[in-house]
């Protein structure tokens, strides 16, 4: 599952397509406004509903449309992390970084990378 900002790592999806990057067709893309919305809350429920891992991608530092979500974004990962570990998840699982509306490759790159960790790690629910 991927929980990508509005404004620049859904744009950098879009742009993904549009340059006809290919990146793994499995992946649940959920957009929301900002990443500094995404609540760890929302993340556990991705794992409570079956998600293997979730990839949470935000503007570039300095490029944020709400000034400071992507900051909030990332401290709320490091929060998330020691969560899932007290979970028994491991952190693999949960990946954060930065994606703008013109890094269509780079989104598909991410994307890529976390499928092959994720396959390399098996299926969550059997851990």
């Known amino acids: 599952m991927a929980f990508l900002c509005q404004w620049c790592s859904y744009a950098g999806a879009d742009h993904a397509g ?21 609540d760890p809350a929302l993340v556990l429920d991705a794992y ?10 935000a503007c570039h530092p300095g490029d944020c449309h709400y000034r400071s979500g992507n900051l909030i974004a990332m401290k709320r ?5 020691s969560s899932l570990k007290q979970l028994g998840i491991p952190e ?9 509306a013109t890094e269509g490759k780079r989104f598909a790159g991410l994307v890529k990378e976390m499928v092959v960790r994720l396959k390399r790690l098996g299926p969550l629910s059997q851990k």
């Open 18 to 38: 549009l340059e006809r990057e290919e990146y793994p067709s499995g992946i649940l893309i959920v957009k929301v406004m900002c990443s500094g919305r995404v």
């Open 48 to 57: 409570k509903k079956g998600a293997d891992g979730v990839i949470i991608l």
């Open 77 to 81: 990962h490091r929060i998330l992390l």
């Open 92 to 100: 693999e699982r949960c990946r954060f970084d930065f994606v703008s």
